[in-house]
């Protein structure tokens, strides 16, 4: 894996959240491709929960500035780094006061999901793509963990399917099991629609539950990786039936090499 290089875009990693299945894949992922030479960029939200002074997190004036537009309101982006210690990566952070200065991740202290999660990952996915873009950094690979992310698919292979930089780029998937029950706002389909995609597209999104925004991702991705070893029968079939190529579960002893020989294989 030698130079090649792969962006990891999840809705959360260790250190800077809980572990929790999610957060440990998407820093142990990473760390295994860095150790074999490649090149590799996380992105992740930056939640209020955050401690931004004890992990160094501090603001890319550069790449800060632009507006995003989210269902027809201009959204500010503000772009945040750190570096996971001693291990030389660096963690980019989407961050806007609006959307992630809230001192939790999805939902309120009564564990109730935050009405606006779906704007999050409608403007989690545009942030990530702008600041690559900015960065003029060309991933051969991105690589998908959890449902605040699972946007990003839909929004590269419709809503910036023309960008000569990512003409060569495979997405894949990893897809978890539930983590979260009920449904993000019953709009989210028509805020999607406004940036021009398809109805037809994202059909599964008229009930935007967790299953639905992991099989609307899995729909746009090139592979996809079962990361859990308990996944629903229901996405299992799914997945089965994409006719996408797709990697069994691994388990932490063994995914190393199974992840590698899968990613060469997209390459």
């Known amino acids: 894996m030698e ?25 142990d992922v990473p760390k295994m491709i860095n150790d074999q030479g490649g090149q ?3 992105f992740m939200p930056r939640y209020g929960n955050i401690n931004e002074r004890r992990h160094q997190l ?14 027809d309101v201009d959204m500010p982006l503000i772009i945040k780094v750190a570096s996971i210690p001693k291990e030389r990566i660096q963690v980019y952070f989407i961050d806007n006061d609006e959307y992630f200065k809230r001192k939790a991740t999805f939902s309120d202290e009564d564990g109730v999901l935050y009405p606006d999660n779906d704007e999050r990952a409608i403007f989690f996915a545009k942030g990530v793509v702008e600041t690559v873009k900015k960065l003029n950094w ?4 991105i690589h998908v963990h959890g449902w605040m992310a699972s946007m990003l698919p839909v929004y ?22 539930q983590s979260f029950d009920g449904a993000l706002d ?51 079939k799914f997945i089965e039936s994409s006719e996408k ?18 990613y060469k294989k997209m390459l």
């Open 3 to 27: 130079d090649k290089r792969i962006l990891y875009v999840s809705s959360e990693v260790v250190p800077y959240l809980a572990e929790n299945e999610v957060s440990l894949m998407s820093y």
């Open 40 to 42: 590799i960029r996380i």
């Open 58 to 71: 501090h603001e890319v004036i550069r790449l800060s500035g632009m507006n995003l537009v989210v269902n």
């Open 138 to 141: 060309v991933p051969d690979i």
């Open 156 to 177: 590269m292979k419709h809503f910036y399917k023309d960008e000569a930089l990512f003409s060569q780029t495979k997405i894949v998937t990893s897809v978890y099991g």
């Open 186 to 236: 019953v709009e989210m389909i028509n805020k999607i629609k406004f940036d021009g995609i398809p109805v037809a597209a994202i059909s599964d999104l008229e009930v935007p539950n967790y299953e639905n925004l992991i099989k609307t991702s899995i729909s746009h991705s090139d592979a996809v990786i079962i990361a859990s070893e308990n996944l629903s029968p229901s996405l299992t």
């Open 245 to 262: 190529p797709f990697l069994p579960f691994a388990s932490k002893e063994g995914f190393a090499e199974a992840y590698t020989t899968f």
